[in-house]
């Protein structure tokens, strides 16, 4: 199982399985959300994700239609995002997880929008917009 919170620690939530997945978008809409070079999320199955704390304080901003970016209202944390095509699953966000983890299989997405002013100097695997099927 692993744990994480919001900055202020109203929000906790709990997740009940692996991370299995590391995207990183350097697209101009997740580096304004993140107010950050890129958001690094993993998708994971949305029945394994429980809010423990703070359900009340949730608050979501949809940028575009069918996608909802979720943060805690008293901070400003964003926790999760969710599109609508996609029920079952949810982008965590993974800068909130607590609990140490490990994870190989990371990747960028959205890479010909990153920021001018960084640098990826890793050698993870690069695409232009989403990762192929």
Same mark, same amino acid.
């Given at each position: 199982? !692993?744990?994480?919170?919001?900055?202020?620690?109203?929000?906790?939530?709990e997740y009940h399985g692996q991370i299995e997945e590391i995207s990183m978008c350097h697209c101009s809409m997740c580096r304004k959300a993140q107010g950050s070079a890129y958001v690094a999320v993993s998708p994971v199955p949305a029945e394994r994700f429980r809010i423990v704390q703070g359900r009340e304080l949730l608050k979501e901003f949809r940028a575009v239609p069918h996608k909802a970016r979720v943060f805690c209202s008293?901070?400003?944390?964003? !926790?999760?995002?969710?599109?609508?095509?996609?029920?079952?699953?949810?982008?965590?966000? !993974?800068?909130?997880?607590?609990?140490?983890?490990?994870?190989?299989?990371?990747?960028?997405?959205?890479?010909?929008?990153?920021?001018?002013?960084?640098?990826?100097?890793?050698?993870?695997?690069?695409?232009s917009a989403m990762k192929p099927q």
């Open positions: 199982m !692993l744990t994480g919170s919001c900055l202020c620690n109203g929000i906790r939530y008293q901070c400003g944390s964003p !926790l999760y995002s969710a599109r609508d095509d996609l029920p079952g699953v949810i982008r965590l966000r !993974l800068g909130t997880i607590e609990t140490p983890f490990r994870c190989e299989n990371a990747y960028h997405i959205y890479i010909d929008s990153k920021a001018d002013w960084e640098t990826v100097a890793d050698d993870l695997p690069r695409y």
